[in-house]
């Protein structure tokens, strides 16, 4: 690709996530609408599906606790998706510039710093666990509905709140998170533990892989003082787990974008021995050559939004250098801003329907990602935007970003590189 290129993508990338911000910023409840004569922030975690029925009037499903949800949804998945679209917002501090936003995002860190008090719109709360366990504390939703009394220890809950957690308090510029990690990760072991002892069979594997991106995260921001090495056996668990299923199934199923980001993480990590090296590269080609070689082909990407596949394959084709995989990544990410973005002012994304988003507050869903009815079809939710439609997106949009940025810094390097060694040849004849 040309200089000028690879300019227009990083505009529309760019774009495109600024616009999706303003709308999960507010989906959030950490601003209020933009055009709304409000100044009044809302409420956080006070959102998180828009369904629109057929001929009636739009209404928001709120309080994971309370709302009645859809069968095939539950408060674990509820609260789960807003802590991850929150994550995902603090993945980009620049964002927290702007001054409502800060505030927004320690509101609702202040929101999950409660003790034993069930927090509006997730359901969930923050409580010490057993006796036995006298230092673990975790984020934890009672069975059965608020006021049951039955604690459940989610893994995916609990490790959602922790990354939330520790991502915006980074974003922030705030360290107070890492002692409280001290606390999280005996609770983590604990759900992972309990996970174990039923051979992993109650969690599908995708959510198992967040588990362990999730973990994969937070252990680096353990204190030196803390359980580093508690943590890093509880993440070393998942992460043979989710391969080895990952591995062995070779199918659809077993493939996680969020397994995929995680092993795009570990090629990060520093000072490895040459064997771990290869080891951790060739676990993140088969993530790359599975997706693409045996899922890819058979995806009716006008139908699909890819906007998964590409939040995990970004950063594997940045830290394997895979420009062609790269070019796959932004390739994805542009037709899913072309298909399924809201842009404001303008008519319904390809992707989607009147139906859909025609009876909506325009102004609330400018910024938001859609789903084609066909994949809602698919997921049995007709006419539904749910607040990770966007988060996910974001997420994509947000990697897809930085990939074009460090191939781009890369190729003026190489660049600059090549001038000099021909400068070198020079001289010497």
């Known amino acids: 690709?040309?200089?000028?290129?690879?300019?227009?993508?990083?505009?529309?990338?760019?774009?495109?996530?600024?616009?999706?911000?303003?709308?999960?910023?507010?989906?959030?409840?950490?601003?209020?609408?933009?055009?709304?004569?409000?100044?009044?922030?809302?409420?956080?975690?006070?959102?998180?599906?828009?369904?629109?029925?057929?001929?009636?009037?739009?209404?928001?499903?709120?309080?994971?606790?309370?709302?009645?949800?859809?069968?095939?949804?539950?408060?674990?998945?509820?609260?789960?998706?807003?802590?991850?679209?929150?994550?995902?917002?603090?993945?980009?501090?620049?964002?927290?510039?702007?001054?409502?936003?800060?505030?927004?995002?320690?509101?609702?860190?202040?929101?999950?710093?409660?003790?034993?008090?069930?927090?509006?719109?997730?359901?969930?709360?923050?409580?010490k666990l057993p006796k036995k366990e006298a230092d673990a504390e975790g984020f934890v939703y009672e069975q059965d509905g608020v006021g049951s009394g039955k604690k459940v220890?989610?893994?995916?809950?609990?490790?959602?709140?922790?990354?939330?957690?520790?991502?915006?308090?980074?974003?922030?510029?705030?360290?107070?998170?890492?002692?409280?990690?001290?606390?999280?990760?005996?609770?983590?072991?604990?759900?992972?533990?309990?996970?174990?002892?039923?051979?992993?069979?109650?969690?599908?594997?995708?959510?198992?892989?967040?588990?362990?991106?999730?973990l994969e995260f937070t252990a680096r921001h353990v204190p030196a003082s803390g359980p580093t090495t508690a943590a890093r056996a509880v993440v070393t668990t998942l992460e043979k787990v989710v391969n080895e299923g990952f591995e062995e199934k070779a199918s659809e199923s077993s493939w996680s974008y969020a397994g995929a980001a995680a092993a795009a993480v570990r090629l990060n990590d520093k000072g490895l021995k040459a064997k771990e090296v290869r080891a951790r590269k060739k676990n993140a080609r088969q993530y790359r050559d599975h997706f693409v070689q045996k899922i890819l082909p058979g995806m009716n990407t006008t139908h699909l939004c890819t906007c998964g596949p590409v939040s995990g394959l970004a950063p594997l084709a940045e830290h394997l250098h895979d420009w062609q995989l790269a070019k796959l990544v932004l390739k994805l990410a542009l037709k899913d801003i072309d298909l399924f973005h809201v842009r404001p002012g303008s008519a319904n994304p390809p992707g989607t329907t009147d139906e859909l988003l025609g009876g909506a507050p325009q102004n609330s869903l400018a910024g938001a990602f859609v789903r084609s009815p066909p994949q809602l079809h698919h997921e049995g939710r007709a006419g539904s935007l749910r607040i990770d439609d966007t988060a996910t997106c974001f997420s994509a949009t947000l990697a897809a970003l930085q990939l074009l940025r460090s191939f781009a810094k890369e190729a003026v390097a190489n660049a600059a590189s090549k001038a000099s060694s021909t400068k070198m040849a020079a001289d010497e004849l």
């Open 1 to 127: 690709m040309s200089q000028e290129e690879l300019n227009v993508i990083e505009e529309r990338l760019s774009a495109a996530l600024d616009l999706s911000a303003g709308h999960l910023a507010w989906a959030l409840g950490l601003e209020p609408a933009k055009n709304s004569r409000s100044t009044k922030r809302p409420d956080v975690f006070m959102r998180y599906e828009l369904k629109v029925p057929n001929g009636s009037i739009p209404f928001w499903r709120r309080d994971c606790g309370y709302d009645t949800l859809e069968a095939h949804d539950t408060l674990e998945l509820c609260a789960s998706r807003k802590l991850q679209a929150l994550d995902a917002f603090c993945r980009h501090p620049p964002l927290l510039h702007k001054r409502v936003r800060k505030k927004g995002v320690q509101t609702a860190l202040k929101v999950l710093d409660r003790q034993r008090v069930t927090i509006p719109g997730l359901g969930i709360m923050k409580d």
């Open 153 to 214: 220890l989610s893994p995916i809950v609990h490790t959602a709140a922790m990354a939330a957690v520790t991502r915006c308090s980074l974003a922030l510029g705030r360290k107070d998170h890492a002692a409280e990690l001290t606390r999280w990760f005996p609770a983590a072991g604990s759900a992972v533990l309990t996970l174990a002892n039923d051979n992993f069979k109650g969690i599908s594997h995708h959510n198992l892989a967040h588990v362990w991106e999730a």
